[in-house]
């Protein structure tokens, strides 16, 4: 099995704990309101933290998806969370699962920046292509920017 590690950073106009609270802690019901593919993101099993395994329902081409997501930390106090991608459609063929770690920090302007450590877990000696890198960041941004905007939108939300 390889391991191959990416990370990326962004920033942010809003606060750590209020987008932490949108990317995390409400994200099971903010994400399918705010983006339209995306239709439920539901606990399987578990109870929400570590070892909780979550469906994230989507639709994609016309065709209904899942994802089914491993909760591994939710950290509220310190605005981090890890989980991996262990099954459905966001698992190509070559890769065993995909492992975030996200943690924010307080930025410039009581915003804030987000750090994130992806990790493909590939099979054999396989490697990542270069297009599944590309979309899987695309997906991971399109979130990012649709629960950071729902929380400009909403100035209330905290």
């Known amino acids: 099995m390889g391991v191959f590690n990416f990370e990326e950073e962004a920033t942010s106009i809003v606060a750590p704990a209020t987008l932490h609270k949108a990317l995390v802690?409400?994200?099971?019901i903010l994400t399918p309101k705010v983006i339209d593919a995306i239709k439920s993101i539901e606990i399987?099993?578990?109870?929400g933290g570590p070892g909780?395994?979550?469906?994230?329902t989507f639709v994609e081409d016309g065709e209904t998806k899942?994802?089914?997501?491993?909760?591994?930390?939710?950290?509220?106090a310190n605005w981090a969370n890890?989980?991996?991608i262990v099954g459905g459609?966001?698992?190509p063929d070559t890769v065993e699962k995909i492992s975030f770690e996200a943690k924010l920090s307080a930025g410039p302007n009581g915003g804030s920046i987000a750090k994130l450590s992806v990790k493909y877990y590939t099979k054999g000696d396989a490697i990542p292509s270069e297009?599944?890198?590309k979309n899987g960041k695309a997906k991971g941004e399109g979130i990012f920017k649709a629960l950071e905007g729902y929380c400009v939108a909403n100035p209330d939300y905290n």
């Open 89 to 91: 459609v966001g698992l």
């Open 131 to 133: 297009e599944e890198i």
């Open 44 to 47: 399987v099993e578990g109870n």
């Open 82 to 84: 890890n989980y991996s």
């Open 25 to 28: 802690t409400d994200a099971d």
């Open 52 to 56: 909780t395994i979550k469906k994230l």
């Open 66 to 76: 899942y994802v089914l997501h491993k909760v591994e930390l939710v950290d509220d």
